[in-house]
């Protein structure tokens, strides 16, 4: 390297957004720790925090989404796109950053879109099977398109590099032998054991889904890790129902110690966000998705479709949830077979060194300009 590098990262709104972007920035500033990042992030929203506790420095812009339950508060929106475009534009001279990495969220459509009229290189890393409309419109201009499924609709197939989602550290280095880390867990090492995951807020639909099975849970002697988050946790540390199941049920409100709970699940249960996902394919336990059906053009669906047709995984459609749960849960459950199999079949999607191949072509597309 010649010279000092410099790099723009965009991504926000939600962590699956943000955490693929640091990562991207982690493993860059590994190789070239001089290295000078600026991410482009949405005023007011997560990544205005989360950025800079991992230490890049962040600028905002001001940039929203359209607001389909009120319609009006979207009269302001094109003013809002010129204006985030101007900053972008401005930003982005200032900087004179050698390639830009987009991972999704407002703020990357104005900040990719102005780094590519300004001949920056751009590339896209897109977590979910289904690309969302950002992303699409940017992958015309990109040099690649990483993905976490071979084939995302809405991107050309000649720049798709199917690489997979940048995960934590820590889950790919921290996985442990079963037995061990239920001891650990203060669980019965010769149990069959269930993860329940339902995101840091929970999933009420999951929550809901476990107090309607109680009893089977009991009778098959099952123990049970429940994730419950936030929403709920109060209520069922108060129900009296689970108390009287003693250490077959560990209620939880977060789990900070993901990769021990992995590692100690026989089966896991979660929803089917784009890096979960990631993390589960990782984890190799056999798992059953319920998306939830309110994400972005129903993209969490379309996540856990592509586990379900390679046989990585079963699911159970938010709606289907009191007839079909149960049922599904104790298919994978009563045959080792079956559970063998779904681990088999996750390794096509598990991708553990994800950032690392990311960054590695990167390299390989810039090299000749740098």
């Known amino acids: 390297m010649n010279k000092k590098l410099k790099v723009i990262l965009s991504g926000g709104g939600t962590g699956g957004h943000i955490f693929p972007a640091i990562a991207i920035a982690d493993e860059i500033r590994k190789r070239f720790p001089d290295t000078e990042f600026l991410f482009i992030g949405a005023n007011g929203k ?12 962040i600028e905002g812009i001001d940039i929203a989404g359209i607001d389909r339950g009120n319609m009006l508060s979207n009269l302001g929106l094109p003013f809002k796109i010129l204006k985030s475009l101007s900053k972008s534009k401005r930003i982005i001279k200032n900087f004179a950053p050698d390639f830009a990495v987009g991972t999704g969220g407002f703020a990357s459509g104005p900040a990719l879109y102005e780094a590519s009229k300004l001949g920056i290189p751009i590339f896209i890393q897109e977590q979910n099977a289904h690309a969302g409309v950002t992303n699409k419109i940017l992958s015309k201009k990109a040099k690649a398109v990483f993905t976490a499924y071979p084939k995302v609709e809405g991107f050309p197939s000649e720049k798709i590099k199917f690489l997979g989602n940048p995960i934590r550290e820590n ?11 239920k001891e650990k867990m203060g ?20 929550n809901n889904g476990w107090k309607d099975n109680l009893e089977k849970l009991k009778e098959k002697g099952y123990q049970l890790i429940w994730q419950t988050g936030k929403l709920d946790y109060k209520e069922l540390s108060n129900e009296s129902r689970i108390s009287d199941l003693g250490s077959q ?8 110690d993901m990769e021990l709970a992995y590692s100690a699940a026989d089966i896991i249960v979660s929803r089917a966000g784009a890096i979960a996902i990631s993390e589960l394919a990782v984890a190799r336990k056999p798992v059953l998705l319920v998306p939830f059906p309110f994400a972005a053009e129903d993209h969490q669906t379309k996540n856990a479709m592509n586990l379900v047709e390679k046989n990585a995984a079963r699911m159970v459609k938010d709606s289907e949830m009191q007839e079909k749960f149960w049922n599904t849960l104790e298919e994978i459950c009563s045959s080792e077979s079956v559970r063998n199999e779904m681990s088999q079949n996750l390794e096509y999607f598990a991708k553990p060194n994800a950032a690392k191949e990311i960054v590695d072509e990167i390299f390989k597309t810039v090299k000749s300009t740098m």
């Open 46 to 57: 997560m990544e205005m925090e989360k950025v800079p506790q991992a230490g890049y420095k």
């Open 171 to 181: 889950i790919v280095s921290g996985m442990q032998e079963t037995a061990q880390a």
């Open 187 to 206: 669980l019965d090492k010769d149990k069959l054991t269930i993860l329940s995951v339902g995101g840091s807020l929970g999933s009420r639909t999951l």
């Open 249 to 256: 049920i560990q209620l939880k409100e977060f789990i900070k």
